[in-house]
């Protein structure tokens, strides 16, 4: 029996809720708070609350059908549906920020897709925050911890070179599903084919951390039955459910974090949170931990008045913590390139057909998989090298060269010296590509719903280039002390020079693969942009890129390691809280970023832990210095 609400014993009414007494709060049960939540709780002495904003949504088909992701977009029960500020660097335009909002977090509504980065870059946090345990040995026991790998490929693809693993990189019972797509398209194998004669490698593991070149993609995706979204609510809540010390509140809004001022300072005692249109407070015995996610944790850490003084005291928030650094953003940008498909090629656009849709439908019902349970089924890394002549690398390098005399702290010249010696690794993962047959409205950045709609009666293919070493860095601030108001999103997409010219680099290679055999012999006409448009022609590529880039959904940095948490993940200048979400993260990674928020929630469970055995010999919970 699927697992429902009702068969979930964690799952309280408020009244319940408060009469439990708790160890630790967890804000936000998501990719990363249910991770913890799960892991912390394995331990029966110590007692867990997790309160989210959203429903629970359990079993719900919308959210485990894997194909069915785009029709969550802008309904308020499972998105919170962002809108940022006008973007200078994109015309004007207000960009849609879709963020999960229900248990599950943005796990229970994203692509699915399972990435992990480089070796490199998580060195590079280690660097930037002047930490010892985040590099890539401190985090890549916790990618095998949490993984449970099916390495099962489609019996048509047994000879393709292009699904490498290593065993030794892969775990086989952890909570979150890993798989590869249940079958490829005749197109999806043409455009490997076409990456490979044009001198792409495919990597022995992508997943080993090292992911340069063209290959197979992993999806989040449960393949013991149909094909179901495998997320923080399967993995890490429903098989905790009955647990007798966990506790989950739904449909609860974390207004801000309750403080006490002592002869130690500022300490958090708890939350305060709205529930059924009445307010609330409940205290911790441990900390509270923000899991809100890379939007709402900046939020309410400047609500409970952490922040840029400035910026509280516009909002009219008194300023407890000055710390300019919280609200930062970095993300991942995104635009692409559209064709029509020769006829007769496989497309999921015919799935919204309703001939179409009710035959798939009962295929997927009746337990055979088929077009509803597909992911994506390939991605790839290029470095700047692969992109571009040597004289625009020499034009890039003094454009980051300049840019840096502009710069006045030392943690943004480290920053770009670090991006600029990407840029100079041939090996480096700078651009990401994934294709998939399907219409994507690469100029519709406004609303998710037009983005990712498909088209009725077109039959497309979409390739999507991701720049994943953004030198733009925007920032989230309240602008009003109201918890309800969502905050202002400024994402700077594509302020930085070089940014657009690495897209516009991206998009030119694409479509050169594109128009290589055997994958040309799948294409017909030119969508996006339009026949007329010469990529090869950098002005015109970079006028394609600002009216058709976008987030790739991937936000980070705004309670980054080192500037606003400390390595154990306390929050700077208090005691009694704790960040661990996507929000932590300094600089991005190449790869999605669902993998290092499960991660991050394991670590973070192990590093309390090892806090309450360290500290239990000589202090009580209630006195741990967290
Ligand atoms: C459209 C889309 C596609 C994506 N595709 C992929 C992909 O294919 N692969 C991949 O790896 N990554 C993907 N991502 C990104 C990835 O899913 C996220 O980076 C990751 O899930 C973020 O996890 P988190 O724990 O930081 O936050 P979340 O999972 O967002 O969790 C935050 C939780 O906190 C809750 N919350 C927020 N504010 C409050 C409050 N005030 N009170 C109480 N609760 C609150 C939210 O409702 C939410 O449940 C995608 C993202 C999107 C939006």
Redesign the pocket.
């Known amino acids: 029996m699927a697992a429902t609400p009702a068969t979930l014993p964690v799952l309280k009414s408020i009244e319940d809720f408060l009469k439990g007494s708790y160890d630790y709060i967890i804000?936000?049960?998501?990719?990363?708070?249910l991770?913890l939540a799960g892991r912390l709780s394995e331990d029966s002495s110590i007692s867990v609350a997790v309160?989210?904003?959203?429903g629970a949504k359990i079993g719900d088909p919308q959210v485990l059908t894997p194909a069915a992701?785009p029709s969550l977009?802008g309904k308020p029960e499972y998105?919170?549906d962002f809108t940022t500020l006008p973007q200078a660097g994109t015309n004007g335009t207000k960009h849609a920020?879709?963020?999960?909002?229900?248990?599950?977090?943005?796990?229970?509504?994203?692509?699915?897709?399972?990435?992990r980065g480089q070796i490199e870059e998580f060195n590079d946090w280690n660097r930037i925050a002047g930490v010892k345990n985040w590099g890539w040995d401190g985090i890549k026991p916790y990618f095998s911890k949490c993984e449970s790998f099916d390495k099962r490929i489609h019996p048509d693809d047994k000879d393709s070179k292009d699904y490498s693993h290593l065993e030794e990189h892969h775990n086989y019972d952890g909570p979150i599903k890993t798989s590869y797509a249940s079958f490829r398209s005749s197109s999806e194998r043409a455009y490997h084919a076409a990456a490979i004669n044009n001198g792409f490698k495919v990597p022995v593991d992508a997943w080993s951390g090292v992911n340069h070149g063209i290959g197979a993609n992993l999806?989040?995706i449960d393949r013991s039955g149909p094909g179901t979204r495998s997320y923080?609510v399967t993995g890490y809540l429903v098989p905790n459910g009955q647990r007798p010390n966990l506790s989950v509140l739904t449909d609860?809004?974390?207004?801000k974090v309750i403080f006490e001022k002592g002869t130690d300072g500022l300490v958090a005692k708890g939350v305060a949170?709205s529930h059924g249109g009445k307010s609330y407070k409940i205290l911790h015995k441990g900390a509270t931990i923000l899991?809100?996610?890379?939007?709402?944790?900046p939020?309410?850490l400047e609500l409970s008045g952490i922040g840029s003084k400035s910026v509280l005291e516009k909002a009219g928030v008194e300023c407890l913590v000055d710390n300019p650094r919280v609200g930062d953003v970095e993300d991942h940008i995104m635009s692409g390139i559209t064709y029509n498909l020769v006829d007769g090629e496989f497309s999921l656009d015919h799935v919204n057909t309703p001939e179409v849709f009710t035959e798939v439908a009962k295929q997927y019902a009746a337990g055979k998989g088929g077009p509803l349970a597909h992911g994506?089924s390939n991605s790839g890394f290029l470095s700047l090298f692969d992109v571009s002549t040597e004289e625009e690398r020499k034009n890039i390098y003094e454009l980051v060269e300049a840019h840096k005399k502009t710069l006045t702290n030392d943690f943004d010249r480290q920053r770009e010296d670090i991006l600029l010696s990407r840029l100079k690794d041939p090996k480096a993962a700078i651009l990401q590509f994934i294709s998939l047959n399907v219409n994507i409205d690469f100029g519709a950045r406004h609303d998710?719903r037009i983005f990712?709609g498909q088209s009725t009666g077109t039959t497309r293919w979409s390739t999507c280039v991701g720049l994943h070493h953004c030198f733009s860095r925007g920032s989230i601030h309240i602008t009003s002390s109201d918890?309800k108001q969502p905050p202002a999103i400024d994402a700077a997409i594509l302020d930085h020079p070089v940014d657009e010219l690495l897209m516009a680099f991206g998009v030119r290679i694409i479509d050169k693969i594109l128009n290589t055999s055997p994958m040309k012999e799948k294409l017909k006409s030119r969508v996006r942009p339009t026949p007329d448009v010469d990529l090869s022609d950098t002005e015109q590529a970079v006028k394609y890129i600002k009216g058709h880039t976008g987030?790739?959904?991937?936000?980070?940095a705004g309670a980054s390691l080192g500037l606003v948490v400390d390595e154990q993940l306390n929050v700077k200048g208090v005691k009694g809280l704790k960040v661990?979400?996507?929000?932590i993260i300094p600089l991005h990674i190449s790869?999605?970023?669902?993998?290092?928020?499960y991660a991050?929630?394991e670590k973070a469970a192990d590093m309390i832990k090892e806090d309450i055995r360290a500290a239990a010999a000589t202090k009580k919970l209630g006195e741990l210095s967290v």
């Not at 987030?551 to 980070?556: A, D, K």
């Not at 661990?580 to 929000?583: A, F, L, Q, R």
């Open positions: 804000v936000g049960g998501g990719n990363a708070g991770t309160i989210e904003a959203g992701f977009f998105d919170w920020w879709a963020r999960g909002k229900l248990l599950g977090g943005t796990s229970a509504i994203n692509y699915m897709m399972y990435a999806s989040t923080a609860a809004h974390v207004e949170f899991s809100a996610g890379a939007v709402m944790t939020q309410i994506v998710m990712l918890p987030t790739e959904f991937h936000p980070i661990c979400d996507s929000s790869g999605n970023t669902q993998g290092i928020c991050m929630g």
